[in-house]
């Protein structure tokens, strides 16, 4: 599909208004389809869509299809991965239990990426959700990418210069992390020469810039990784590529732009490396066996004050009216920090330098050679992190990290509730609230006829995203799943699934109170 019509059709949730980036061509096998489409599948009733809150309204009248359960499961979990930490690993006990994750595509192909790895060389875990906007390939580049770069970050001087001398005698190396990825999570090879070469540059400087017996900060590792590999993604695009297909996937890498939410978390250290509008999210049990929600990141876009100070100051007060213009920076992007996006950090100049001696593909995209409005004074975007420290308590139970596509539709008070109510199998029993809507006696019933099946029907999912990811898609004015409501959801044409709801990507880890609890200072709770 044109990215033009990508976007144009999506204006309430697209990331970019400008259709000036390119379209993600990614394999369309990477992850499942969006709808299943059984032969036996009969209509049902016409529904007609209205959005009132939005600038248009459809007028063409939809076929939708009442999906059945097993098919409706057969799409939600056709991405969920799970992944359960060795209890002893040879080295220590881990804090992370494990994790679980899945995907639920809008656009076609998903610009969302997951990734959840261990590193080997030092201690800890990482993940992370990448939010792709203007195409895949910028996610898809983080994915592979960024975790090496923050590895390497990590690695303390003298692993670095073993690392060194065993490239430089032809050794194998050692391996740095261990990938817990799903069979569709795809991985360039034919980048993966040109990806090493370089991180290998990046970690020789890194060990001018260090001493012998110097032990990197984890802080400052997170925050370098995230700038490096940005400028390394940039300069690439830049120097271009003698193989034509690579020279053209560093456009697009460069070209389009994603989010990035990263934990790392080692013992009862967790950090958060965020930018953009993906969130992480800690789930608190109270002593009462209740889930309170505990923000670990903030959103970088303009409801963040911080954030729309900090763009204005970077720039002339004669820019203070359109460097952000309808909640979007330059009046087109909504995060307000991200990787790759060149359109937002390039000179005028260097652009149009780097465009016209590109491949013949570009030249055939009008909308490349586009510049965003008033456009006087780039940078106008950074991939710099905002860096979050939490020390893990007994009571912190477990972490959420999504995309957008999550929190646009629940709030993150609700998407602890469902969680923990799911992993503990306790259901908290609120009084029935119907949201300020007048019921019938009947439909009062029914709502609680619904409720008592739904604890009962608790665990059809072996998946904590899974069952996350039910609700945020299937859930009704009353807080429960409505089959009805998830099956249209799903059944949605590609080309209207955007207009509805953005993809949605979850990693849920779980935490190992008994062992944060031995990790405590005694007197620490």
Known sequence: MPVTSQLLRGLPRTKVLASSLLP??????????????????????MWQCHQHSRSYQTTSVLRSYILTPPQVN??????????????????????????????????????????????????????????????????????????????VSLLPHDTLCELEAAVEAGRALSPILQWHKHPNDYFSREAQTLYFNSLRTYWQELIDLTSPGEVP???????????????D???????????????????????????????????????????????AVLGVQEEDGSFTAHTLSNDHNAQNEEEVARIRGEHPPSERKTVIRQDRLLGL???????????????????????????????????????????????????????????????????????DGLWETLHRQEVVRIVGEYLTGVHQRQPLKVGGYRVT???????????????????????????LMRHAVGNNEFGTVDHE?????????????????DDITIIISQFNPHVIGAQRPEGQS
């Open 333 to 403: 992007l909504m995060p307000f920090r991200a990787f790759g996006d060149v359109k937002f950090k390039w000179s005028i100049e260097l652009q149009k330098r780097v465009l016209e001696s590109g491949p013949d593909q570009l030249h055939e995209n009008e909308h490349t050679k586009f510049i965003p409005p008033n456009y006087h004074t780039p940078p106008y975007l950074t991939a710099e992190p905002e860096i979050t420290y939490h020390k893990l308590r007994p009571q912190d139970r477990f972490m959420v990290i999504g995309s």
């Open 74 to 151: 057969s799409i939600l979990k056709a991405n969920e991965y799970s992944f359960k930490v060795p209890e002893f690993d040879g080295k220590n006990v881990s804090s992370v239990m494990g994790f679980e994750s899945n995907q639920l595509p809008a656009n076609a192909p998903i610009e969302d990426r997951r990734s959840a790895a261990t590193c080997l060389q030092t201690r800890g875990m990482l993940l992370g959700v990448f939010d792709g906007h203007a195409g895949c390939a910028c996610a898809q580049a983080l994915s592979e990418r960024l975790f090496y770069y923050i590895a």
């Open 441 to 467: 006696l009947g439909q009062m019933q029914g709502l609680l006829e619904e409720r008592k099946a739904r604890v009962s029907s608790a665990f059809e999912d072996q998946n904590s995203a899974t069952h």
């Open 233 to 279: 993604m940039s300069l690439e695009a830049q120097v271009g590529d003698p193989n034509a297909f690579l020279h053209y996937w560093v456009l697009r890498v460069a070209f389009s732009g994603a989010t990035a939410c990263v934990a790392h978390v080692d013992g009862s250290d967790l950090y958060i490396a965020n930018a953009g509008d993906a969130r």
């Open 24 to 45: 993600c061509q990614q394999h369309q096998s990477q992850l499942g389809p969006i709808t299943h489409r059984p032969a036996s599948r009969r209509p049902s009733r």
């Open 485 to 501: 409501r998830l099956s249209k959801m799903l059944s949605l044409p590609e080309e209207l699934a955007r207009m509805y709801r």
């Open 217 to 231: 900060d984890t802080r400052e590792a997170l925050l370098n990784a995230f700038k490096r590999l940005d400028s």
